[in-house]
């Protein structure tokens, strides 16, 4: 499955950059393939093009402010998590979200 994600924090420092860590290990136990956009205090960082979020399956937010430019979204079915419970369990995180989405 193709995930794409989103992971910001309120400081946009190290909980960001944790978070998309966390993901992009946990998809080798899940066996998916995962983009992460990281939005901290550099800006964008490795954004998500309008195809990668277009042949996305599931997109995940890790996020506990704002997502910038989140039209960019607006087609897709998108669940959101904190990115604090996504650095403790980012396995469960993808699965909950496969589960809520209905994959």
Same mark, same amino acid.
């Given at each position: 499955?193709?995930?794409?994600?989103?992971?910001?924090?309120?400081?946009?420092?190290?909980?960001?950059?944790?978070?998309?860590?966390?993901?992009?290990?946990?998809?080798?136990?899940?066996?998916?393939?995962? &983009?992460?956009? *990281? /939005?901290?205090?550099?800006?964008?960082?490795?954004?998500?093009?309008?195809?990668? !979020?277009? $042949? #996305?399956?599931?997109?995940?937010?890790?996020?506990?402010?704002?997502?910038?430019?989140?039209?960019?979204?607006?087609? &897709?079915?998108? *669940? /959101?998590?904190?990115?604090?419970?996504?650095?403790?369990?980012?396995?469960?995180? !993808?699965? $909950? #979200?496969?589960?809520?989405?209905?994959?």
């Amino acid at each position: 499955m193709k995930i794409v994600a989103v992971t910001s924090c309120a400081t946009g420092i190290a909980h960001s950059y944790m978070a998309a860590e966390a993901l992009k290990k946990a998809v080798k136990d899940t066996g998916d393939e995962i &983009k992460v956009e *990281i /939005q901290g205090a550099m800006g964008i960082e490795n954004r998500l093009t309008e195809e990668e !979020i277009a $042949e #996305a399956d599931l997109v995940i937010w890790a996020v506990d402010v704002g997502v910038r430019e989140k039209d960019r979204f607006q087609n &897709k079915n998108v *669940i /959101q998590f904190g990115p604090y419970e996504t650095i403790w369990d980012a396995k469960k995180t !993808i699965i $909950e #979200a496969k589960q809520k989405a209905g994959l």
